[in-house]
């Protein structure tokens, strides 16, 4: 009998070790993952902080740059667009133009900066702040005035629909007949009429980065192109005396596709 209750006192103290043991790992699995929950929740923070933050900062660009727009003449249905580029270039010197679509995506309505190189204006706003939004940057190696054949815009995709996130609904062709248009402003004066003429998703060594062309054969070749592998057929002409710009994005496909929209020069006012 006294075998047995020694026996028995063993079973208990090792249940009981074994129920602290199980509790110190529960603990410290519960420990482990409210510090995941934690960080997790900071990191969503800053996204969500530096959404917020790029986007405020963005429309105190609009008001200082669009607010003294003037009415257009009478009888007109909407206002005169035009762009402070005085009161632009005291904040940012970098400050070549503007970009606007209407109607839509009206979104994307945001100064055009260039910098000494590609990289600069990834991460670094407008007004120098530094943030994911970044900012809409016209390639280094781009003329400041768009008078290359292929001129290249460069703006993130980002996930609250700001910057270039919404150039990817002219994936729908429907879309693309109510919105075929958008807008350059340069500081000089002119406003730049571009239709929208092609349009896909490309890999970032592809030829629609060509930016100099050494012929007009070359330059026929890269429209035929951009034609071709148009996600569809938009029946707009481009020939080898037209001035193209082309919009690219990042996608979710991988690090390495864009997306692209190419517009074709129709209209230009102003300042020759």
Not at 27 to 39: E, K, P, Y
Not at 96 to 111: A, N, V
Not at 129 to 152: C, H, R, W, Y
């Amino acid at each position: 009998m006294e075998e047995i209750k020694k026996s028995k006192k063993t079973v208990k103290r090792r249940r009981r070790r074994g129920r602290k043991k199980a509790g110190i790992l529960t603990n410290i699995i519960l420990v482990a993952a409210i510090a995941v929950f934690c960080v997790s929740a900071y990191q969503l923070y800053k996204i969500f902080k530096g959404y917020y933050d790029g986007r405020s900062e963005y429309d105190k660009i609009r008001e200082v740059a669009l607010g003294d727009t003037e009415q257009g003449e009478e009888g007109e249905k909407e206002p005169k667009f035009t762009v402070n580029f005085d009161e632009l270039l005291k904040i940012n010197p970098d400050t070549i133009g503007w970009i606007r679509f209407s109607p839509e995506p009206s979104i994307i309505s945001y100064p055009i900066v260039q910098g000494k190189d590609n990289q600069e204006y990834l991460h670094k706003t407008f007004s120098a702040n530094e943030n994911t939004l970044g900012a809409i940057f016209l390639n280094v190696d781009n003329s400041p005035g768009f008078s290359d054949k292929n001129s290249i815009i460069y703006g993130h995709r980002m996930r609250d629909g700001s910057m270039f996130r919404h150039i990817q609904d002219y994936e729908d062709k429907a879309f693309w007949e109510a919105n075929p248009y958008f807008y350059i402003y340069t500081a000089d004066g002119r406003e730049l009429v571009y239709q929208v003429y092609s349009m896909g998703q490309i890999v970032d060594t592809s030829e629609s980065y060509i930016t100099e062309f050494l012929s007009d054969d070359e330059f026929q070749e890269f429209l035929n192109m951009t034609k071709q592998t148009s996600l569809y057929d938009t029946g707009v002409e481009v020939n080898v005396s037209d001035k193209i710009v082309t919009l690219s994005t990042c996608t979710s496909a991988s690090d390495n596709h864009r997306f692209v929209i190419r517009g074709v020069r129709v209209k230009e006012e102003g300042n020759e």
